[in-house]
């Protein structure tokens, strides 16, 4: 597998490949970036990035789209937004994913496949994030209420998800949690039970209803949870409506 940034034919010099390395990294933090994001928050030219970004692009590393617009679209053409590819987000992924989808396929296959192995596998993801679930309880408990979701994006963080917090893009409705990157992508594509265990947690963690958005799981570029700032009436019943979506858009 290349290394984030190495160039097919000629040898990059340190620097070059230190700064190519920067930039994949700001992508993987921040998730899906214009070439203004990251000359902004990198300290660099525009010409200089979009540099770099021809060499991931072409290194297969990072892929542009047209950037995401939630809500209703404004006049003029969406901004062009770059993000890592499976193979860009290899080359920083340290789980051993092979392991954990054959893994999780043995526990499918030892309860007798159907619906008692997806019982199992549920089981298996509710107890995998209730075993990491102390440090996340502590920063969010001591956090008042208005900061709960940014504490429990640094405790996020520390665990390797890349989280932040931010408005959502409606004022007044809530937040959005969104985790840049997720160490067990390739076995939630296959086994989208873990995604939905981390979903019903966050809700238990922060007292209300959540909503997952978008998944890397699903193909989507971060993975999104709008959590309201006051739990509103939900869509479906209450048992099963911070899962609903849990793993795939909700459209």
């Not at 542009?64 to 993000?83: D, H, I, L, M, N």
């Not at 963690?205 to 971060?222: F, K, P």
């Amino acid at each position: 597998m290349k290394n984030v940034g190495e160039a097919p034919q000629e040898e990059l010099a340190t620097g070059e490949r230190s700064t190519r390395n920067r930039v994949a990294r700001s992508i993987l933090d921040h998730g899906p970036s214009t070439v203004a994001d990251l000359a902004k928050r990198l300290g660099l030219t525009q010409a200089a990035v979009r540099r770099h970004l021809d060499a991931l692009v072409a290194d297969e590393v990072v892929a542009s789209r047209e950037q995401r617009v939630y809500g209703a679209r404004t006049r003029g053409r969406p901004a062009k937004v770059f993000a890592l590819t499976d193979c860009g987000r290899d080359a920083f992924d340290q789980s051993y994913d092979k392991l954990a989808v054959d893994a999780l396929r043995w526990i499918e296959k030892s309860a007798g496949g159907g619906a008692a192995g997806e019982e199992a596998v549920v089981a298996f993801a509710r107890a995998r994030i209730e075993s990491q679930s102390e440090g996340y309880r502590e920063a969010v408990e001591a956090a008042p209420p208005e900061a709960r979701t940014e504490a429990l994006a640094k405790a996020l963080t520390a665990d390797g998800y890349a989280a932040t917090a931010r408005s959502a893009p409606l004022p007044g409705r809530g937040e959005q949690l969104c985790q840049h990157h997720c160490p067990v992508a390739h076995a939630a594509e296959q086994f989208p039970q873990l995604c939905e265990a981390e979903t019903e947690f966050f809700s238990r963690l922060l007292g209300t209803h959540v909503q997952r958005l978008a998944t890397i799981a699903h193909g989507d570029g971060v993975c999104t949870t709008f959590i309201p700032h006051s739990a509103p009436q939900p869509l479906h019943d209450t048992e099963s409506a911070s899962t609903s979506t849990a793993g795939r858009n909700p459209a």
